[in-house]
């Protein structure tokens, strides 16, 4: 599973105990921080640098995902 959360983010603890909760289960659980963002930061791709790095993890997560 991969989780994207901002560190501004009014849903951080709550991705916090998700991705604990999926791991205590037997998950691999990438959880990723995006520093200063806010919710839904990812969406903003075309005017944010971090959302468009975000972007492209999730495109390597995808692609290693799918490798199996």
């Not at 009014?10 to 959880?31: M, P």
Request: glycine share 6%; aromatic share 10%.
């Amino acid at each position: 599973m991969l989780v994207f959360v901002g560190r501004d983010e009014s849903l951080l603890d709550d991705s916090t105990r998700l991705a604990q909760h999926v791991r205590d289960a037997g998950v691999t659980v990438a959880f990723k921080v995006g520093e200063e963002m806010q919710h839904a930061f990812v969406a903003f791709a075309a005017r944010v640098p971090e959302a468009r790095h975000a972007i492209d993890e999730i495109g390597q997560w995808a692609r290693w995902l799918l490798s199996f």
